[in-house]
């Protein structure tokens, strides 16, 4: 696979290349890392490249050309493919890449644009230094050093390089921009550009990186993963925010549809409908043979109970569970309602389940461990004389409707994988009124709590984030 980084000076894309060719297993090819080499070490080559890159200026394409296609056919790592990050640079560079390729039956698969604006480019690259000693890169404005002129990694001291500094930078810009800016026609033409916005966050950019990547490749999108759970993009997000709604307002419908006297078996059409009519399919339905498209579990039914015969009655609490697939993506959600009047006792304990959750969305955010949210959930419901399931629990969800990590609805602080922003999970305590074991009964699917106590069961579908979490199953 043969993959080009194309931006100016500044734009990241030194930093997006080292982070692709890790998460591919591709070959990092840095062309200005190759004519520094080159002039550090002294060579015919070095001496002629250097007063082109002190003015900031493009070594010649006869030069540039010759050395990096060298290289691209010399480099004898057993490799995947390459990124190539600051070659081609000029129209001339990119048709003799081309020709290269053509002539062993290669071509470049996509080309990644990462775009950022010129007043942008000056400020970023005027705050740019580098350890002379393990060539570790900080930014004075966005990623200072923790002492100022020393390398937080080795103590080297910080230095600026000479094509950094604000005149040679904006040179290097001028050129960028009278050179380099053809190409983005050149392979929007051929159908290969992508472009993301590189003034997002670093790691968001890596992100959009990927998942644009993924989208182009065939079969399964590349996945970015923290301690093996999923990192959404924002793109991803956005159809998980579309899925969450239709999760929403479907069990809108379903609540409003409670009352005495109905059989739960009446919901699947409901859901039917209401799914159908915003373009989503209910992930239920098939899931590991589940016969319905949604879940109707009624008092000691904790989860999983299969909408049929059973009537509702007056007092009875029942609880509606809900998965969307929409554009491939997945949210999930749960509700527990009372049917008419109910006693004081199935009252708190759907409260208590209600708040078990707000409680736990309130914990969860980036930086925290998956434990806190556990631990807050549990102590919620324990604190308030129920307890919570132990052989179901929450979970991660994205294209998936489970994925890493569990999430159980106890556990100790402090423990488990770190959450981060971009990690979608379903939340979803269980509390039963009376102890917590549970057992499933003879269809092999409905679990009902052993001593047949009532049980509760809410879930939103979230989305962590720096500060509190974002609901995704919100109408
Ligand atoms: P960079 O680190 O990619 O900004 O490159 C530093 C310097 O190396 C540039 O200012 C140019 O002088 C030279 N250089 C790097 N890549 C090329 C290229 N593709 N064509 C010509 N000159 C290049």
Redesign the pocket.
């Known amino acids: 696979m043969y993959i080009i980084l194309l931006g100016a000076?500044g734009a990241g894309k030194?930093t997006q290349a080292v982070f692709l060719s890790q998460e591919l297993g591709l070959t990092h090819l840095?062309?200005?890392?190759i004519?520094?080499q080159a002039q550090n070490s002294g060579t015919p080559l070095g001496n002629m490249?250097k007063d082109?890159?002190e003015r900031?200026?493009?070594?010649p394409?006869e030069v540039?050309i010759q050395v990096?296609l060298e290289r691209l056919g010399a480099t004898s790592e057993k490799s995947a493919g390459y990124i190539l990050?600051?070659?081609?640079?000029?129209l001339g560079?990119a048709q003799a890449l081309d020709e290269a390729l053509a002539a062993k039956g290669l071509a470049i698969d996509l080309v990644l644009y990462i775009k950022v604006s010129e007043e942008e480019l000056l400020r970023r690259l005027g705050g740019r230094w580098i350890c002379r000693v393990c060539q570790a890169p900080y930014n004075l404005n966005s990623a200072p050093p923790w002492v100022a002129g020393r390398c937080d990694r080795c103590g080297g001291e910080l230095y600026q390089r000479a094509?950094d500094s604000r005149e040679t930078a904006q040179k290097?810009l001028e050129v960028y921009f009278a050179e380099t800016m053809p190409l983005i026609e050149y392979y929007t033409r051929l159908g290969k550009l992508a472009e993301i916005d590189g003034e997002q966050e670093v790691d968001v950019v890596g992100r959009s990186l990927l998942a644009t990547l993924g989208k182009f490749k065939e079969g399964p999108q590349l996945k970015v993963r923290d301690s093996g759970i999923i990192i959404k993009s924002p793109s991803e997000l956005t159809l998980m925010r579309e899925a969450g709604k239709v999760v929403a307002d479907t069990l809108a419908a379903l609540v409003r549809a409670v009352k005495p006297g109905m059989a739960t078996g009446e919901f699947e059409a409901i859901v039917v409908e209401e799914m159908a009519k915003r373009r989503a399919r209910p992930s239920f339905k098939g899931y590991h043979g589940f016969p319905a498209s949604l879940c109707v579990s009624v008092n000691e039914e904790v989860v999983h109970g299969i909408p049929g015969e059973r009537v509702l009655k007056e007092g009875d609490i029942v609880s509606l569970d809900v998965g969307a697939i929409y554009q491939g993506y997945q949210a999930d959600a749960a509700v527990t309602v009372g049917v008419g009047k109910i006693s004081t006792k199935a009252q708190a304990l759907i409260e208590a389940t209600r708040g078990a959750l707000e409680t736990g969305i309130g914990a969860a955010r980036h930086g925290c461990h998956l434990g806190d949210v556990s631990a807050v959930i549990q102590y919620y419901v324990e604190s308030r004389g129920f307890s919570v399931v132990r052989e179901y629990v929450g979970h991660g969800i994205g294209q998936d409707m489970h994925e890493e990590p569990q999430v159980p609805n106890f556990g100790v602080a402090s423990r488990g994988p770190l959450l981060r922003r971009g990690m979608t999970l379903a939340l979803e305590p269980m509390v039963n009124a009376g102890d917590w074991a549970t057992k499933v009964t003879s269809n092999g699917w409905t679990v009902v709590t052993a001593d047949g106590s009532l049980s509760a069961h809410f879930e939103h579908t979230i989305a962590i984030s720096d500060g509190e979490a974002e609901i995704l199953t919100l109408s």
């Open positions: 000076p030194g840095a062309s200005g890392d004519f520094r490249v082109y890159m900031g200026v493009l070594v394409d540039a990096v990050d600051g070659f081609p640079r000029t560079q094509d290097r």
